[in-house]
């Protein structure tokens, strides 16, 4: 992640030390990681992706609403043993955001930065298996690869 661009680097090391936070549930690290990551411009975008990313890889067949569900509620459940003002609609509106069926853009409720920031490092910690920074390498190569195309 050292040849990003500094805003993108910003955006890593973030969602990086909030993921790290979760994981851990260290409860005043996650506070201070996601304070910071709420402020970061397109911390979401990232998080959504690296969240995309974790589903294919668990789901390879693909996901069906009986999934989605079940991801959802165990992520609530597991977050809410350290967390217990998680906002189960938050998550869904991340997943469905990383499912690409949910656009904040047409929801004048749609979560704000700080709500996002919060739930957002909890998801990718739920289906985490292992160290985030491949997986936010693997976000940003996207980005790029989008950005290229358009």
Do not use: N
């Amino acid at each position: 992640m050292k040849d990003l661009p500094p805003a993108a680097r910003a955006v890593a090391v973030a969602a990086g030390a909030a993921v790290t936070a979760a994981v851990e549930r260290d409860r005043d690290g996650f506070k201070a990681a996601t304070a910071t990551l709420a402020t970061v411009d397109g911390s979401a975008h990232v998080l959504g992706l690296v969240v995309r990313r974790l589903l294919e890889e668990r789901h390879p067949d693909g996901l069906d609403g009986d999934d989605v569900r079940r991801t959802l509620e165990d992520a609530v459940r597991a977050s809410a043993a350290w967390q217990p003002d998680v906002d189960p609609h938050v998550m869904l509106t991340l997943l469905g955001g990383a499912l690409g069926v949910y656009d904040p853009d047409q929801d004048d409720d749609a979560p704000g930065p700080a709500a996002l920031a919060r739930h957002g490092p909890l998801l990718v910690a739920h289906l985490l298996a292992g160290p985030v920074d491949g997986y936010l390498t693997d976000a940003f190569a996207e980005i790029r690869r989008t950005e290229l195309h358009d």
